[in-house]
């Protein structure tokens, strides 16, 4: 890869996969609470099997919800209504195992170290992180969604497969288990051609492989092909098409879901963020409310991430945060431009440190998710789309002021801008 030749693959599910639908049910779950109680603390865990649905994690909360009842409408919503799939929603068994919040982590997120030693300077610093961790976001100009192009592609592709099976009057019935997978031919770091499709979905019984094969390359692939060059692409960023289209190639699919598979929360959490390219603290995002970094984090370095790039600072960009339990502050911030920036890198650093805060109580006043968020979240991803406007964390509203700040600044450095120029051009 270090020639900037390669292939890249990425992959998304359709909300029907096992392991998706257990984490749209923790949302849905989390959701509900939050819309009684904002301040609730959440981490909904969930096991998904055959004719049944464990819920477990911790909650504090003084809301009440009919857990059973959103799990059944959820797995009926998804189209799990007959058992021969290995769920029906009006019948299968609801368990839950749900115990409070350990009272120590609580009193280290709602009592910070800075509050403890006298250091708290305003309320951000009041509220401490709910875990130690590490958290990354990305983004890369491929397209108009700064989002990595193969996971964008995947993801709507799976958009694309689970429009037609809930439209319904399709030639062919579609179930609602299925995975997609993208592979894309890079040449001097650019996009240029899509390698290979993959997609696997489920479907009716009566329809032969051939016609399942025929039916989603021309009514899934090409034309979600044609829309991303059309609509998404980035200028010099269109792709040509090699049609190596794989398409269910373990042959016909009719046993799915959790009849075929068991799902669990937080197994998808390359698919809900970049796909790989960007890395991946390990955390899930799914089922967790707002003082979790694992989910606040994340959105907090997307955000800036995006719109570093947006406003032309570097082409590719990873930021990763650090956490300690109970603190406020990072333990470490590191913007990664992978040798792509149009700036100087001390200026994208010092703009990051000055624009943007990643304290877990700044990220939360500023790209809080509310409930009807949470329920879009886990559907096809948390990153690189903004269904109706709900993720606020994929906003471009920091462009201008980035921009501004660089170009204040390299007016007051022209050291740094001659060195840096100097440094450019002796590549």
């Known amino acids: 890869m270090t020639d900037g030749n390669f292939i890249f693959t990425s992959e998304s599910v359709t909300p029907g996969h096992p392991d998706k639908l257990s984490d749209i049910i923790a949302e849905h779950i989390v959701a509900e609470i939050l ?4 301040a609730a603390r959440t981490a909904v865990e ?3 099997g055959r004719g049944y649905f464990q819920v477990a994690g911790e909650v504090t909360t003084d809301a009440w919800v009919n857990v059973e009842k959103v799990v059944r409408g959820v797995a009926l919503k998804v189209g799990y209504d007959d058992a021969r799939m290995g769920l029906d929603g009006h019948t299968m068994a609801v368990l839950s195992s749900i115990s409070e919040q350990s009272p120590e982590i609580a009193s280290g997120v709602f009592n910070s170290l800075e509050t403890r030693t006298g250091e708290a300077k305003d309320e951000f610093d009041k509220l401490g992180a709910g875990d130690q961790g590490l958290v990354f976001g990305a983004a890369v100009n491929h397209n108009k969604s700064f989002h990595p192009v193969a996971h964008k592609l995947a993801v709507m592709l799976s958009e694309k497969l689970w429009a037609i099976r809930n439209a319904g009057d399709a030639a062919i019935t579609l179930y609602p288990d299925a995975k997609t997978q993208v592979s894309i031919r890079f040449e001097d770091n650019h996009p240029i051609e899509i390698e290979t499709v993959l997609i696997s979905t489920s479907h009716a019984p009566a329809h032969s492989l051939s016609d399942v094969q025929e039916f989603v390359a021309e009514h899934v692939i090409k034309p979600v092909i044609a ?15 090699a049609e190596n289209y794989i398409i269910n190639p373990a042959g016909e699919w ?8 068991v799902g669990l929360v937080g197994r998808k959490i390359v698919v809900d963020t970049t796909g790989g390219w960007g890395r991946h603290g390990g955390g899930n995002l799914n089922g967790k409310d707002r003082t979790k970094v694992d989910r606040i984090g994340v959105y907090g370095a997307r955000h800036a991430a995006k719109n570093i790039v947006a406003a032309g600072l570097a082409d590719n960009v990873e930021i990763q945060i650090s956490y300690a339990i109970g603190q406020a502050k990072p333990v470490s911030v590191y913007v990664n431009t992978f040798d792509t920036q149009h700036q100087p890198l001390e200026l994208i650093n010092a703009a990051v440190a000055e624009i943007f805060d990643f304290r877990p109580a700044a990220i939360i006043a500023t790209l809080e998710p509310t409930p009807a968020a949470l329920r879009e979240t886990a559907m096809f991803g948390h990153l690189g789309r903004n269904p109706d406007g709900l993720f606020p964390w994929e906003a471009l509203n920091k462009v201008d002021e980035l921009k501004s700040y660089v170009e204040l600044h390299k007016k007051n450095e022209p050291a740094i801008v001659s060195l840096w120029k100097h440094l450019k051009g002796s590549k």
């Not at 829309?227 to 040509?240: D, H, I, K």
């Open 35 to 38: 819309e009684q109680d904002p």
């Open 46 to 48: 969930g096991l998904l």
């Open 227 to 241: 829309e991303y060059n059309s609509n998404e692409a980035s200028e010099g960023f269109t792709l040509v098409d």
């Open 254 to 261: 009719n046993v799915c879901g959790p009849a075929a598979d």
